[in-house]
């Protein structure tokens, strides 16, 4: 079997919603010396010394993200300090600035508003701020309550917007999560972290790599011998916004029984040998939500339905637009409500 003769996998993460996460302490300022001031980028002249970090929003892949404010204009961003520690890094990041800059003209993907070179070596990318977070941290603020299906198609739609500009730039993502779909209060969704994406420059280009966060990988990113004898990054895509749908709609993550801590091994034999998840017979989804999250969830690659026709799947075309919309922005307006009463001791 494929995984046995990849045993050593660096680059996997078991990044599973609810996990304990360390928050890194904010890193000693960047060094004010000329060389620093004055490393800017080729199209954006911003420095680095014209922000003020407030806080830690996140760690993604090879970087920290924190939350910024440029000081002469006070416009508030998400700064990405990614980390290069060597040639292999640098080439990492250079991918995520070239996807950024090729596939962000779309209002479901995160804007770039530019990068600074670092006197250390590193880069810092200037991003959309989303202020609501990600949809993780939506399901963690909630305890757990599962989004009303409303919202939940809304979530989708904007998702597979961005997921269509993407492919049709030949972009896969390979990291789809609700940590990576970003939302704002406006009710926008956004898709983030491009650090692990892949620009398939062939049609039969290889997409083999065990890179990403291995509990929303699917089964031929784990073994593709088996399960049609190849990696499609699209269809991975597809496989991940499935478990993540399915995660907001029932309030937990699918693959781990409830109350059970997750392992590798544990994941990739559900991933790989298990029943295809499905939602439990006592939830009361529509037939329509169990139908859209099975045909992202089809083991088979081939079998998986695209994101053109998950597009016009009645869960998405069927739903009323408007009211979809309002749904969701509801929703985020009652958790921005409870939030704040909850940090007021109120």
Known sequence: MAVVRERRLPSLTLDLPGGNRTCLPLPPSIPTAPAAAAA??????????????????????????????????????????????????????????????????????????????????DIAVLLDLMDAGSLESLLRRRGGAPLPEPALAEIARQALLGLSHLHNHQIAHRDIKPSNLLI???????????????????????????????????????????HGGGYDGYAGDVWGLGLTVMEMGTGRFPLVPEGERANWAGLMWAICFGEPPTIPDSSDASPELRDFVARCLEREAGQRWTVAQLLGHPFV??????????????????????????ESGS
């Open 40 to 121: 800017t980028t080729t199209s954006e002249q911003h420095r680095i010394t014209d922000f003020e970090k407030l806080e830690v929003l996140g760690h993604g892949n090879g970087g920290t993200v924190y939350k910024a404010r440029h000081r002469r204009t006070s416009a508030l961003y998400a700064l990405k300090l990614i980390q290069v520690a060597d040639l292999t890094a640098r080439r990492q990041a250079t991918r995520e600035v070239e996807i950024l800059r090729s596939a962000a003209d779309h209002p479901s993907i995160i804007r770039c508003h530019g990068v600074v070179s670092l006197a250390s070596g």
């Open 184 to 226: 704002n209060a406006a009710g926008e969704i956004k898709i983030a972290d491009f650090g692990v994406s892949k620009i398939v420059r062939r049609s039969l280009d290889p997409c083999v790599s065990y890179v990403g966060t291995c509990a929303y990988m699917s089964p031929e990113r784990f073994d593709p011998v088996e």
């Open 317 to 342: 075309a069927g739903a009323e637009a408007s009211e979809s919309k309002r749904a969701l922005t509801e929703l985020l307006r009652f958790d921005s409500v409870t939030t704040d009463s909850r």
